[in-house]
T-cell receptor, first 114, second 114 residues
Framework: AQKITQTQPGMFVQEKEAVTLDCTYDTSDPSYGLFWYKQPSSGEMIFLIYQGSYDQQNATEGRYSLNFQKARKSANLVISASQLGDSAMYFCAMREGPGGKLTFGQGTILTVHP | EAQVTQNPRYLITVTGKKLTVTCSQNMNHEYMSWYRQDPGLGLRQIYYSMNVEVTDKGDVPEGYKVSRKEKRNFPLILESPSPNQTSLYFC?????????????FGPGTRLTVL
């Protein structure tokens, strides 16, 4: 079974609008962490936001917020006020287990239209 | 500047010719890891190391070797590369005890095996 699932291969959004990228996960470990990374066309991996399994509040970092619904095992990334520079591949990842292994989803390509 | 460096950034080689991709970090991180990225599959872990002389297999270790003789270096070795190892490779590092800290990723190495 997939540990991390991103069901949207591609998403389109108009500049200045908000967009939600979906991520669901599967784990039996009570202590885990969820990460979102951005990969622009240049290829580097850029860390965006982190949510711990015991965190009570949803994480926010500037225009990025993580909609964490623990019972549903979802960790959706919300980007507010999209910018052209947000066009990129976005990966959801989960860290679990004593070794802290990081498992990635398949990624979602976001295209921001002017 | 805190960083993970990889060399080479681009490599085209032929089947069976041994190669090494170097990875070095200057943050004194205990944990280092190698991933490969393929379209539709996200990033998959090849090998990881919790500290010097401690390495373990990830999800796709076949055809790869690693070593961790020094804390800062974690080279990836392909003894006999094959075309199915054509991929984008990332090295990453983080402190082993701080599970909420995101991994620092290197810039990536694009490998083509003919």
């Amino acid at each position: 079974a997939q540990k991390i699932t991103q069901t949207q291969p591609g998403m389109f959004v108009q500049e200045k609008e908000a967009v939600t990228l979906d991520c669901t996960y599967d784990t039996s470990d009570p202590s885990y962490g969820l990460f979102w990374y951005k990969q622009p066309s240049s290829g580097e991996m850029i860390f965006l936001i982190y949510q711990g399994s015991y965190d009570q509040q949803n994480a926010t970092e500037g225009r990025y917020s993580l909609n964490f619904q623990k019972a549903r095992k979802s960790a959706n990334l919300v980007i507010s006020a999209s910018q052209l520079g947000d066009s990129a591949m976005y990966f959801c990842a989960m860290r679990e287990g004593p070794g802290g292994k990081l498992t990635f989803g398949q990624g979602t390509i976001l295209t921001v239209h002017p | 500047e805190a960083q993970v460096t990889q060399n080479p950034r681009y490599l085209i080689t032929v089947t069976g010719k041994k190669l090494t991709v170097t990875c070095s970090q200057n943050m004194n991180h205990e944990y280092m890891s190698w991933y490969r990225q393929d379209p539709g599959l996200g990033l998959r872990q090849i090998y990881y190391s919790m500290n010097v002389e401690v390495t373990d297999k990830g999800d796709v270790p076949e055809g790869y070797k690693v070593s961790r003789k020094e804390k800062r270096n974690f080279p990836l070795i392909l003894e006999s590369p094959s075309p199915n190892q054509t991929s984008l490779y990332f090295c990453a590092s983080r402190p082993v005890t701080q599970r909420s800290i995101a991994q620092y990723f290197g810039p990536g190495t694009r490998l083509t095996v003919l």
